[in-house]
């Protein structure tokens, strides 16, 4: 992240940055839930959102959000994975699917969706908690993530809630700080593109976890990030998918403490407008800087945007 306010940082003996010139990108797709679109399987339940795959292959298959991306992502730097639900279609697609990325900031959602959902049982919000939520989410704020986060029952609270809401492949952070320094270890919790695209989906579509003036509460705030932190799924800013209206939550740090490099750069939201209606997700890690890591998930954003449109 940009400064200390905002910023989670990492240990410097965390992997040093691979190259992915290599890469054989690979996309799995999910076919649509059984039930209506806009009531997802899983959602309220320990399920994951998405159905079992229906069938899988390159992510140049017609149709995917992803085709095109081979030769750009063959080129970057780092571990990139990627998820998408098309809520027109049903069908989720998942760009490498079951890599395991840190969350950094995103995790405030997760946070945040367990303020909502105790709310829901016996514990309404209180005007601390209230107060809290808005720094948290548009302005990244850590220290306002580590209070709401103690005040809501701390990481099994957040696993608690991480289970219901579907997300099966997620460990919240127990550690209070990241090791060799005085930051907020909830930085280091573990996901997938696939777990975060189910978290926002709640947010996103009707469902038995949330009411749906928690959903808008959630929506509001990340459809107001400051206009600094609008990079990402928006394709870079808030204007830069045109006709669309995006809400989001960005996540960054860096591996390397010392030469504060290695990146960890994270982009999730709900894009809708303008014949379009996905959530997505999209993780990087291992990236030169943070720009350059913004710069890839910017790229993907845009080609996904274009590739689901008509």
Known sequence: MSDMRNGVRKPLYLAAVPVLATLIAACTIIGPPSTSKTKPTGFGTSAPASASPASSGSHKAKGSPFAGLAKYLAGRQGKVTAAVYDNRTGKTYVLHPGQLQETASIVKVEIMGTALWNAEHGRPLTSAQQALLIPMIEQSDNTSATELLKDVGGPARVQQFDQHAGLTKTTVS????????????????????????????????????LTTANRQRGLNLMGHVEAGQAWGVSGGSYRALPGATVVLKNGWLPHNLTAYTDWQVNSIGWVHGNGRDYVIAVLTNHSASETYGISTIDTIARSVYANLGG
């Open 174 to 209: 127990r550690k209070q700080f990241i090791p060799g320094s005085s930051l907020p270890g909830w930085g280091l919790t573990r996901t997938t593109a696939l777990d975060e695209v189910t978290l926002v989906r709640n947010f996103a579509y009707p469902n038995s976890l």
